[in-house]
């Protein structure tokens, strides 16, 4: 990714194009770009109540009107989190609700999923709010991300479930606002390499080159079976203006492109599935609960004197998929026991 050069993406036709053209582009090139396809002003509303809720918090300047113009606040703890102030501000708005549901989209998500449309509970909390710099940031306890998303595919996230990304900008997005870029082709690689290390998550390599030094650094791959990386990938992007929506297949590999700018980049990324499929515990989890129970998991792991290494980061992998469902008969702690148990035997 650093030093790329990008290929616009395609464009598809909201207005124009049957559902079959839609889905038959899906199923091959792996996304759907469109542009005015939401309501700008809707949009608009949505980006002066963000800007207001990161005024608030320190991180837009005052003056700032329409344009999230970065203060050079650095969060002092999980203030951007999904389980932070600023997007717990955001989301007592409603704002973010709203927009998932937007009729214009959810008519068209019928249309490219071929039939009715779960739109997971999860939405009203899915806002990312990137500031320039390589600074990383951390939930109370649990995983830390960067600021500039590494490339992944978010079929590792959920698997085995059938869903899409609709990534929604929230201001009109440049090359030195950055935006996402996706892989070419990449829906039809199968899964790739997914490291983490202790409770930075790491996502795909760059290259072999950096697989390798990952792993030297104690670095682990908990899913994904394909190597090699991002070596020699072809990415697309293209500008984003407010009224676009980039829906793309869970496999996509797609990544953040570093916000070179003065402003915040801020931007929405929902999931959707077609009703009545296998969904995924998170869907319908509030993000705060599931936050916290990403950090009791670490929490046990640590208590337990497990070491970030190869197991830590496993059981880690393994009781994130599981998710907190059996908490009502056996306690997290003992969740954890028990897989060490298993991966030990
Ligand atoms: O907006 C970003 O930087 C990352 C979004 C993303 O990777 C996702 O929605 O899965």
Redesign the pocket.
């Known amino acids: 990714m650093p030093g790329s050069t990008f290929t616009p993406f395609e464009f598809s036709d909201h207005k124009n194009e049957d559902a079959a053209t839609l889905q038959a582009r899906f199923a091959q090139s792996g996304y759907l770009f469109f542009r005015n396809l939401i309501d700008r002003a809707r949009v608009e509303e949505v980006r002066d109540r963000v800007i207001g809720a990161l005024k608030a918090h320190g991180f837009v300047n005052e003056e700032a009107i329409s344009q999230p113009t970065w203060s050079g606040k650095w969060p002092e703890t999980n203030e951007l989190s999904p389980d932070g102030a600023v997007t717990a501000d955001i989301v007592a708005l409603g704002l973010l609700e709203e927009l998932a549901r937007a009729p214009e989209l959810m008519k068209l998500l019928g249309r490219v999923l071929g039939g009715e449309v779960f739109c997971w509970l999860d939405n009203k909390t899915r806002i990312?709010m990137?500031l320039s710099g390589k600074k990383s940031m951390q939930s109370a306890d649990g995983p830390k991300f960067s600021f500039t998303?590494p490339g992944?595919q978010?079929y590792y996230f959920f698997r085995p479930v059938e869903f899409c990304?609709v990534?929604i900008p929230l201001m009109d997005i440049d090359e030195t606002v950055g935006g996402?870029a996706l892989g070419k082709g990449s829906k039809h690689e199968g899964l790739h390499e997914v490291w983490w290390k202790g409770k930075d998550y790491l996502g795909v390599a760059e290259s072999p080159v950096q697989a390798e030094e990952w792993r030297a650094d104690g670095g682990v791959v908990v899913a994904g079976t394909v190597k090699g990386g991002n070596e020699g990938r072809a990415w697309l992007r293209s500008d984003f203006r407010m009224g676009d929506a980039l829906i793309f297949h869970p496999l996509m590999m797609?990544a953040?492109i570093a916000n070179d700018s003065d402003m915040v980049r801020i931007?929405a990324?929902f999931r959707y599935q077609k009703q009545g499929t296998q969904t995924h515990w998170e869907s319908h989890t509030d993000m705060v609960e599931s936050v916290r129970y990403f950090g009791e998991v670490f929490r046990c792991l640590d208590d337990l004197g497990v070491e970030p290494g190869g197991v830590y980061e496993r059981v880690w992998e393994t009781l994130r998929l599981e998710g907190p469902g059996q908490q009502a008969h056996y306690s997290v702690a003992a969740r954890v026991e028990k897989v060490l148990g298993q991966m030990a035997g």
């Open positions: 990312r990137m998303t992944h978010d990304t990534w996402l797609h953040g931007s990324d």
